[in-house]
């Protein structure tokens, strides 16, 4: 059963943007910490930004002031608007869910490429 689901990644210029959702099924939505990771070719996974249950937000220093992450607990839904986006901004964008003492799941990915 595919839990979370990754759409909305594609290919722009630089100081384009792009909004990445990632769809929730069959959790309790609001009990999870949300999270956007990424991951370019060679190099680890790191957090990009979170959000709280309570919509408290957290950012990498690299992406603050151009990327908002945003959650609609009614659609079961967190979003990553990324505006200003540079070259090093490519990799695979990956939404994650957390639950303290429980569980962790994984979306599928999805691609950004920033070029020109």
């Known amino acids: 059963q595919v839990q979370l689901v990754e759409s909305g990644g594609g290919s722009v210029q630089p100081g384009g943007s792009l909004r990445l959702s990632c769809a929730a099924d069959?959790?309790?939505?609001?009990?999870?910490?949300m999270a956007w990771y990424r991951q370019a070719p060679g190099k680890e996974r790191e957090l990009v930004a979170q959000?709280?249950?309570?919509?408290?937000?957290n950012y990498a220093d690299s992406v603050k002031g151009r990327f908002t992450i945003s959650r609609v607990n009614a659609n079961n839904t967190v979003y990553l608007q990324m505006n200003s986006l540079k070259a090093e901004d490519t990799a695979v964008y990956y939404c994650?869910?957390?639950?303290?003492?429980?569980?962790?799941?994984w979306g599928q990915g999805t691609q950004v490429t920033v070029s020109s």
């Open positions: 069959g959790i309790s939505f609001s009990f999870y910490i």
């Open positions: 994650n869910a957390n639950r303290i003492w429980t569980t962790t799941l």
């Open positions: 959000i709280s249950r309570s919509g408290t937000t």
